[in-house]
């Protein structure tokens, strides 16, 4: 296969469907007038598969349009458990609306809902409860055009197979549920392809038949363009060689690029906060843990006994603090006690001091000392100190233990120096060399690797942690402040435990420690999309916070921007100052959701947020949500509410295959200067196995390249995940990996940094041309001029995604810049690479080439 061929076939291609995709008269000269559809829903893929259509002129032989085309798919619950579409039922209302409803599950006493114009655009879904016990199976539609009105019917094998109905004007009111004395189920059965199927039949005109068949068609071809994989580059460009490219800048055509570009996402998910970011050695120190968040766990999770003598038993008569209920009693003989292995073991480094805190009490009897050690694997005593003179009160008790060795899997034993009885909660051991030495800090090496960075802003607490499992599990800043026995725990929707030593303050901290601008996200009065149940009066993931109780959650919005903002002598920048921050925080932007469903349980808390803060803090930037996708319902809708209320940046999210950013370049070429900025807060290249790769970052790199072309509406951008540790990690791909003594950032790491550390003010336009007209060629190599205003310096990258060399000549020492002994950093391997890093060298450009699959980063020094 030549390139010559690969050309002509990719034009004629692509002129065929463009044709095909038109409409021309002459290609359909002889349709019919109409046509049956039937729209059904497969049980196949435990009926996640959402919503099928098939033709056909004679109601016997039958065309599905596509391989398991689906043209919607239910939004409703966990990923994995629910998203089921269940016996849909498709109604065509006199004005030409489709409605369709379905069953969900077989536990809910709710149904799905959904309406569209054209069976291919659909608006926003709602699962209405409806049935308070029992659930909601085949449900299905009648219209009364008599008193214009809407009766939805099922049945429910919960309440012995009883038939219920309710009516319905316009699909979001519904009267109370009634028994129906009669349930006939108005469903086709045909025969197809794959086996019959049970759904809906509708004589159609044919241009909707034809619109159908189209769009399948065309997200077809999309597919196939987003899967191409460098795995097949041996076979497309199998002939290709001596590519030369020519780039010619224009230093009078320049874009400003937003000074937030580049910046960093963190969640708790992956074991990323407690275990990870958060120095904290001590696993469950205040013993909160609890099997309602893991079936394996317990209080006492973590924790043994020292010795076959000695027993713990967990209480909750008189805590430190309420917040935090639970504290271990141990009852010993003298040199019993309990210890604890950490977070798969407790890393230690010889000569290192460690602060060893805890709260403590003898509720019987004065208890002379309590021996702490530090063991290493082999029971060996690698360092310890001695508490004295414990009371019958709470006492905190601090002191310095210095390891003589360096371990990597010790545990921290306590021990009774004469048999008794006492209290412990809160037990803690921190390194002091945290990051910026900060008291209840961050692991040092952990948080240096994200500040060599050189992020402008860090987005936490999390995205779906935000806002939580079910209303009940959102994300509360304010538990997460003040000292740290007073802090409220809590579950995480990861499944694993929050300690929120790791609170609002310190986010805030780290924030002002990297010279990065705070951005909080607070969930925008509903749970994550992925919510199951959780048994709310309001079903599913849009259980939202009661309306009479949003009142006292905008508040407690509007008090963290007091919080951080405020002065010393307001509420809640008293309680800044306490933490020891009388300054402000300068925050700037606040996020109001996460890739939420938006539907009407979601815009009418959403603008209430929104307009509050903008009443008080109209200085302050609200950050809206566009969805989890680039595109679908919830990117439309929530795109449509941030125009109708003029919301400044919008959130995206989309996590896709090299081939995207590859066939996608245009993607924000084409927005609408006049509204919202963009803030692509999460996104990622992934590849069968969610491996990082060379070739995952360079399509990542490719990506870069053209938001800063378009830097004037992409405000920002952060990959996610940020941080997993070895061992626990429920997501990939993830920038940084880790364990107790290591940090493996990832090649994707490196694009990031890149791009962070080289970043400009102002993007400088210049032009391409190839001696190779192959359209797969020409997409396969980008580029990104631009000018760092503060140092003069002119910044070239070039992603070459070419298993060949390419040749490159520019007019770049035009700009005024000093083209001998040029630096270069270069991150190139193959593309299955994935642990390539950047090599720093000095380039020529009168003999400069393009490393295969490469990122190549040029500054030019300012001439003096």
């Not at 690969?6 to 019919?32: C, D, I, W």
């Not at 655009?121 to 199976?137: A, D, E, I, K, M």
């Not at 199951?532 to 009142?551: K, R, S, T, W």
């Amino acid at each position: 296969m030549n390139t010559e061929y690969l050309t002509k076939k990719t034009v004629v291609s692509f002129f065929v469907l463009v044709l095909f995709l038109s409409g021309q008269s002459f290609l359909l000269a002889n349709e019919p007038d109409s046509a049956y559809i039937f729209v059904y829903g497969a049980a196949k893929n435990n009926h996640h598969n959402g919503l099928h259509v098939a033709w056909s002129l004679d109601k016997q032989t039958w065309h599905p349009v596509g391989t398991e085309h689906s043209f919607v798919k239910s939004d409703y619950g966990p990923w994995g458990a629910e998203k089921k579409m269940i016996d849909p039922f498709l109604f065509r209302a006199p004005d030409g609306i489709w409605h369709c409803v379905w069953s969900l599950n077989n536990e809910d006493g709710a149904f799905g809902y959904a309406s569209s114009t054209d069976l291919l655009t659909w608006n926003r879904q709602s699962y209405p409860l409806v049935l308070s016990t029992g659930n909601c199976l085949k449900p299905m539609i009648a219209y009364d055009d008599t008193n214009d009105v809407y009766t939805i019917s099922w049945t429910s094998d919960k309440e012995h197979n009883q038939a219920y109905f309710v009516t319905t004007k316009d699909f979001k009111h519904y009267s109370p549920a009634k028994k129906a004395t009669v349930f006939l189920p108005r469903t086709e059965k045909v025969a197809l392809p794959d086996g019959q199927q049970s759904g809906t039949l509708h004589k159609v005109a044919w241009h909707t038949v034809d619109n159908v068949i189209k769009a399948q068609q065309l997200a077809a071809y999309k597919t196939k363009l987003n899967s191409e994989r460098m795995t097949d580059d041996d076979q497309r460009f199998s002939t290709l060689k001596d590519v030369k490219a020519t780039i010619n800048v224009n230093q009078n055509t320049t874009r400003q690029i937003s000074d937030l570009l580049v910046g960093i996402f963190f969640e708790d998910i992956n074991y990323a906060a407690d275990g990870g970011l958060y120095a904290e050695l001590i696993q469950n120190r205040g013993f909160e843990y609890s099997p309602n968040i893991r079936k394996e766990w317990d209080n006492l999770t973590a924790w043994n006994v020292y010795d076959a003598h000695s027993k713990l038993s967990i209480d909750t008569v008189s805590p430190i603090h309420i917040n935090n209920k639970h504290y271990v009693t141990v009852e010993a003989s003298a040199g019993g006690g309990l210890y604890n292995e950490g977070f798969g073991g407790i890393a230690v480094r010889a000569n290192e001091k460690y602060n060893l805190s805890l709260f403590a009490r003898a509720p019987e009897a004065n208890i002379a000392n309590l021996l702490i050690r530090l063991e290493d694997a082999n029971g060996k005593t690698i360092g310890q100190a001695t508490i004295k003179r414990l009371t019958k009160a709470w006492k905190k008790h601090e002191l310095t233990v210095i390891p003589t060795v360096t371990a990597e899997n010790a545990k921290l034993v306590i021990q009774l120096q004469e048999a008794g009885k006492v209290n412990l909660d809160m037990v803690s051991l921190f390194p002091q060399n945290t990051f910026r030495n900060r008291r209840n800090g961050l692991r040092a090496d952990l948080a240096q690797a994200i500040a060599d960075m050189k992020p402008r802003f860090v987005r936490f607490p999390g995205g779906c942690v935000a806002h939580g499992n079910g209303i009940e599990n959102i994300y509360h800043w304010k538990h997460t402040i003040g000292p740290l026995e007073t802090r409220k725990p809590q579950r995480n929707l990861w499944g694993y435990h929050q300690s929120y030593g790791l609170g609002y303050f310190e986010y805030f901290q780290f924030c002002e420690d990297l010279g990065a601008e705070p951005i909080p996200v607070v969930a925008a009065g509903v749970p994550c999309q992925n919510s199951a149940h959780n048994g709310h009066p309001l079903a599913g993931q849009q259980c939202g916070i009661p309306m009479e109780e949003m009142g006292d959650y905008v508040q407690d919005i509007l008090d963290l921007i007091e919080y951080a903002n405020g002065d010393v002598h307001t509420v809640w920048g008293k309680k800044r100052a306490e933490a020891g921050h009388p300054e402000p925080f300068n925050l700037k932007y606040i996020g109001v959701g996460n890739e939420d469903l938006i539907t009407d349980i979601f815009e009418e808390r959403f603008t209430m947020i929104y307009d509050a803060i903008k009443e008080k803090y109209p200085e302050i930037h609200v950050i809206g949500t566009a969805g989890p996708f680039y595109e679908g319902t919830d990117y439309v809708e929530g795109w449509k509410l941030a125009t109708k209320l003029h919301v400044p940046y919008m959130d995206e999210h989309y996590y896709n295959p090299p081939g995207w950013y590859i066939h996608n370049q245009d993607f924000y070429d084409k927005y609408d200067r006049s509204k919202a900025k963009v803030y692509l807060g999460e996104y990622a290249a992934h590849i069968p196995g969610r491996a990082s790769t060379i070739e995952t970052a360079l399509a990542e790199a490719l990506h870069l390249c053209n938001i800063e072309r378009n830097g004037d509406i992409v405000a920002m951008t952060s990959y996610a995940p940020l941080l997993a540790k070895i061992g626990n990690t429920q997501w990939n791909p993830d920038l940084i990996y880790f364990d107790n003594t290591e940090v493996k950032p990832t090649v994707g790491y490196y694009v990031q940094q890149l791009f962070g550390q080289h970043a400009g003010n102002a993007y400088i336009f210049s032009d391409l041309q190839l001696n190779n007209s192959d359209d797969n060629v020409r997409k396969r190599i980008g580029k990104s001029i631009v000018r760092d205003e503060v140092s003069g310096d002119i910044i070239m990258k070039l992603v070459n995604l070419l298993p060949v060399e390419v040749d490159v000549e520019s007019n770049i020492s035009e700009l005024a810049v000093d083209s001998e002994n040029i630096d270069a950093t270069i991150l190139s391997g193959t593309p299955a690479d994935k642990d390539a890093k950047p090599i720093h060298a000095t380039v020529n450009l009168d003999d400069f080439k393009l490393k295969p699959y490469s990122l190549t980063v040029i500054r030019f020094k300012e001439k003096t």
